[in-house]
């Protein structure tokens, strides 16, 4: 392996692992993330259990939650300012707001909770317990392959090559679609490195992306939103297929997803270039739907509540196309 091969690695932190053979793009995608999941095992886990009701070993709630009769921002500021509460974020379901104590008082939280549950304007107040979550990443197999499988690989490697020549040659225009038909390979350094893209997987195991590129299929006005710990919008090979509309920030209630820089936040990144890597600019990998919309939601950077998955999930649900929930319970 090069050393230029590996500063790209490094630099692009993006996912390289796909599979299936679907030509709708939406199934590719779907698929893709099927094939993603079956590969990756969970590494770290993030937050308390929630089991703790069967073991009356509770952790803190972390969320307080309100739910008026129907949205009025307004009169939710209003009510959590007279309890000594601040809104946080936007609301959720139409008419649920994340409020968050001033005072880290027990005694203090306890009258608060049982005052809003006495307040009219009040339909229902829940504290949110932390459930375990965990994030997910890669699992390498350094196996050697099975001498049957090589004698396979042998047999069928020039027929292979000889289709894989042929269509990696095509650059023109779809008649059917009136697409442009992309011009193969692609240069994008890691590209070839996509086992699942390019036929490289062990028994020449391919997800025929690339026929569906040439069919014209590679995400045009599809948007996805990633809900992980968050999304790199201004990364090179994401930034001019970043969704605004597809991303926000649950964690610290704004509206940039960008994941904090400490090390351990990059899972969502890498989903989101196995998704939609810009295809051809010379930078890193190529998305499996390289024309599709991407952006992210950081939701699991934090607590994960039962609340703040609802919030996720209910974003934007008349412009996002795809939702893929990264996290694993
Ligand atoms: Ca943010
Ligand atoms: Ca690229």
Redesign the pocket.
């Known amino acids: 392996m090069s050393a230029q091969y590996q500063q790209q690695q490094h630099k692009c932190r993006l996912a390289i692992r796909t599979g299936s053979s679907l030509i709708s793009i939406k199934r590719i995608l779907l698929l893709s993330i099927i094939i993603f999941n079956c590969l990756i095992i969970t590494s770290a886990i993030e937050h308390d259990s929630l089991e703790c009701e069967k073991t009356g070993d509770c952790p803190e709630p972390s969320h307080t939650v309100i739910k008026l009769h129907k949205r009025d921002d307004e009169l939710a500021r209003r009510i959590a300012a007279e309890h000594g509460m601040v809104v946080k974020g936007q609301p959720f379901l139409d008419s649920h707001y994340f409020v968050e104590h001033s005072s880290s008082d027990h005694r203090r939280k306890r009258s608060v909770i049982a005052s809003l549950n006495d307040h009219p304007d009040v339909r229902w107040v829940s504290e949110q317990r932390p459930k375990r979550r965990t994030k997910r990443d890669y699992m390498f197999n350094d196996n050697e392959v099975p001498e049957e499988e090589k004698f396979h690989e042998s047999m069928v490697k020039e027929t292979f090559r000889q289709r894989r020549r042929k269509r990696e040659q095509i650059a023109s225009i779809n008649p059917d679609t009136k697409l442009p038909v992309p011009k193969l390979p692609f240069p994008d350094p890691l590209y070839e490195a996509q086992w699942y893209l390019v036929g490289k997987a062990v028994g020449n195991y391919d997800m025929n992306v690339r026929e569906a590129w040439a069919l014209g299929y590679a995400g045009r006005n599809v948007s996805v939103s990633i809900l992980d710990d968050?999304i790199q919008r201004n990364h090179p090979d994401l930034a001019e297929n970043y969704d605004p509309l597809a991303s926000t920030?649950i964690?610290?209630h704004?509206?940039?997803?960008?994941p904090q820089d400490n090390g351990d936040n990059k899972h969502g990144t890498r989903c989101a270039g196995e998704v939609a890597s810009i295809a051809g600019n010379n930078q890193c990998g190529v998305g499996v739907a390289y024309h599709a919309k991407i952006g992210g939601v950081?939701m699991l950077d934090g607590p994960v509540s039962d609340s703040v998955e609802a919030a996720s999930l209910n974003l934007n649900q008349d412009h996002i196309d795809i939702c893929i929930m990264g996290p694993r319970r």
């Open positions: 968050g920030d964690n610290d704004d509206d940039d997803p960008t950081r």
